[in-house]
């Protein structure tokens, strides 16, 4: 059986992504599915947390999601080829030859490949970090962080997926459930591309409403399904409608606000573990299930 | 001249809200010219909140490669050096999948038959808003485009060419931890670091805090969203007390909650409101730092 990958994601940061993200996965776990949560916001994770905290590490590894220049001077000819083909201005004239700056370098090596004495070699540079644990809730979680100022978050995006469909595989995962990072940038993208379904989260908000228009644009750009997951819609009932029709896809369900879901994450659990019988529980309970039969 | 980055690693703990009401304070009611830059590329919403329509004043663009279908024998070796696999060769076509080029022009140089030319493509826009003693400079990423940090750099490079009439510029980044981020807050004088009483606000600051500090400047943390129930409190004081960091405690009011959902600013609603003194505490509190770095600036 192939694996189902479905992302939550939302334009705007805040909105409740790893409230539904955690809730999924713990849904799935607990009706018998084989679940790998990916926490894709590696600029701030936190998924690990909402599922119980780490029990166990898997395995962590340092991530080298860059590579840097390094410039053999004995072999520069000072022909500053390089310097011509580099799009981001990341090479200078030195006295000696080119004269890096790791900081615009966003190392992609065309200089390198330009360069006609072979004068410039590439060595990786850590970006960040990724690792796989099972939560105390025994759900699978691999995520990652980036280091601050670190590139390509996008990549390290990647590189969980690529990890949690190898690790999948063997495991037989049925579902990988991402918790994108806010926005739509870089990181967004890696989660999207390949996805079979994304769970746009939105509040009653103008800002928010604004933000999952500019994720839907990119969800069409990539041709990925989308549903709706309003979250706290009692906030501005009157909002309800219109947001959906704003946005023009199917709504999957809503979830009223309560405040023990700020309880539930300072007591690291699921809502749908500490009050299976609250009303916000059987709102995520009737979405999810309407998420299986969608899927199905 | 000032610079005041608001900033936090998770998304939606009020980094936006605090930025733009703390504008309106420095501006309106004390009437310092201030000007503010939005960051938050994927999803700016100051100008929103704002009411003010933008000009757009700049296309940031970059580079993208122009295929010449006659020229190009669908040989296969641009799409092999593309560090991001934005080329791709589908049976008999060569497809540009622009949402995945990085603009790095590999494939302009390898390409053994001159079939890549230069193109341009635009990543993300500059706009710009006027509104009296406050103005404001945004930057916009364009959906579907993944250069969201070039969009972010250019938009900091446009404005911190603009400082010179301004006493104060406040700068809204966007959530996380990246390039364009960091470079922000380098640039500034004062970093605001936003969280809320949960703990994955707590979580998200300890890393942030743990980040930051490295640049050297001083930190003031604000805590939105104060009186949420359920919040990890303790943990929270026991971490700032321990850090010794000057904080400011936002109540989570329904003035404050009213207007967010609105997408209004509570200072201009109900500036009676606690949650408004608070955001005026805030603007005190980045004063004494300003004085104080002055001090030392003397010494
Ligand atoms: S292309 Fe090679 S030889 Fe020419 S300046 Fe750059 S490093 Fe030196
Ligand atoms: S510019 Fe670079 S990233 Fe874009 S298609 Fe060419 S090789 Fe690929």
Redesign the interface.
């Known amino acids: 059986m192939s694996i189902c990958e479905i992302v939550v994601a939302s334009?705007?940061?805040?909105?409740g992504?790893?409230f539904i993200a955690s809730n999924l996965a713990y849904f799935l776990a607990k009706s018998n599915h084989n679940v790998i949560a990916i926490d894709a916001?590696v600029?701030?994770p936190?998924l690990l947390?909402?599922l119980g905290g780490a029990k166990g590490i898997l395995w962590k590894n340092e991530y080298y999601g860059a590579e840097v220049p390094i410039i053999d001077y004995k072999r520069c000819m000072k022909c500053w080829k390089c310097i011509e083909?580099c799009?981001?201005e990341a090479l200078r004239k030195g006295e000696r030859g080119p004269i890096v700056d790791y900081?615009s370098c966003?190392g992609?090596?065309?200089c390198g490949?330009?360069c006609p004495v072979d004068a410039i070699s590439f060595k990786p540079r850590r970006t960040g970090l990724l690792y796989a644990a099972y939560s105390s809730l025994d759900i699978l979680v691999i995520t990652g962080?980036?280091?601050?100022?670190?590139?390509n978050?996008?990549r390290l995006v990647y590189e969980l997926k690529r990890k949690a469909y190898d690790l999948g595989k063997k495991l037989d995962v049925e579902y990988l459930i991402v918790d994108a990072?806010?926005?739509?940038?870089?990181p967004?993208?890696s989660s999207l591309?390949g996805a079979s379904l994304l769970i746009i989260v939105v509040e009653?908000?103008?800002?928010s409403i604004?933000?999952a228009q500019?994720?839907l644009?990119?969800a069409k750009?990539?041709d990925i399904r989308s549903v709706l997951v309003l979250n706290k819609y009692d906030?501005?009932p009157g909002?309800l409608g219109k947001a959906a029709s704003l946005l023009g896809v199917p709504v999957l369900g809503k979830i009223r606000y309560d405040?023990?879901v700020?309880?539930?994450?300072?007591s690291?659990t699921p809502i749908l573990m500490l009050a299976p019988g609250s009303a916000v529980s059987r709102e995520l309970k009737t979405t999810f299930e309407r998420l299986m039969g969608l899927l199905t | 001249m000032t610079i005041i980055a608001v900033s936090g690693?998770?998304?939606?703990?009020?980094k936006?809200t605090i930025a733009v009401n703390i504008s309106l304070i420095l501006s309106r009611v004390r009437g310092h010219k201030t000007l503010l830059v939005d960051l938050?590329?994927?999803?700016p919403?100051t100008y929103?909140?704002l009411g003010v329509s933008l000009r757009e004043v700049v296309h940031v663009k970059?580079?993208k490669p122009e295929i010449d279908e006659l020229k190009c024998t669908l040989c296969g070796e641009c799409t092999r050096?593309c560090?991001t696999h934005a080329l791709v060769l589908i049976a008999d076509k060569l497809l540009f999948l622009s949402?995945?080029c990085?603009?790095?022009?590999?494939c302009l140089?390898?390409c053994p038959t001159s079939a890549i030319k230069e193109g341009r493509k635009v990543i993300g826009w500059i706009k710009e808003a006027g509104k009296g003693v406050l103005d404001v400079i945004v930057g916009e990423?364009k959906?579907?485009e993944?250069?969201?940090?070039d969009v972010m750099e250019e938009t900091l490079k446009y404005a911190l060419k603009k400082l010179q009439p301004y006493d104060y510029v406040i700068i809204d980044t966007?959530?996380?931890?990246?390039?364009g981020?960091?470079?922000a807050l380098k640039a500034s004088d004062i970093i605001v670091l936003v969280t809320e009483p949960?703990?994955?606000g707590l979580?998200?600051l300890k890393?942030?805090y743990s980040?930051?500090r490295?640049i050297g400047r001083p930190i003031i943390v604000t805590v939105n969203k104060y009186g949420?129930?359920?919040?990890?409190y303790r943990e929270l004081e026991d971490f700032l007390s321990r850090e010794d960091l000057p904080s400011v405690f936002i109540p989570y009011d329904n003035s404050l909650?009213r207007s967010?959902?609105?997408?209004e600013c509570v200072i201009e609603q109900q500036p009676q409101a606690p949650s408004a003194q608070s955001l005026l505490q805030l603007t005190d509190k980045i004063n004494e730092i300003e004085i104080k770095i002055k001090k030392k600036g003397l010494l």
């Open positions: 334009g705007k940061g805040g909105t992504k790893t916001d600029e701030a936190d947390l909402a083909a799009r981001f900081n966003e992609l090596g065309v490949l330009v962080e980036l280091d601050l100022g670190g590139k978050s996008g990072a806010p926005g739509i940038g870089c967004v993208i591309v009653p908000t103008p800002q604004k933000g500019r994720l644009t990119l750009l990539l906030l501005n909002y405040e023990m700020v309880s539930a994450y300072t690291m | 690693g998770k998304g939606g703990t009020g936006t938050d590329v994927d999803n919403c929103t909140l970059s580079f050096y560090p949402s995945l990085e603009g790095c022009a590999a140089y390898v990423a959906p579907g993944r250069k969201t940090d966007p959530p996380g931890t990246s390039r981020i960091y470079e949960t703990r994955l979580a998200d890393r942030l980040l930051t490295g949420l129930k359920g919040g990890s909650l967010y959902i609105r997408g």
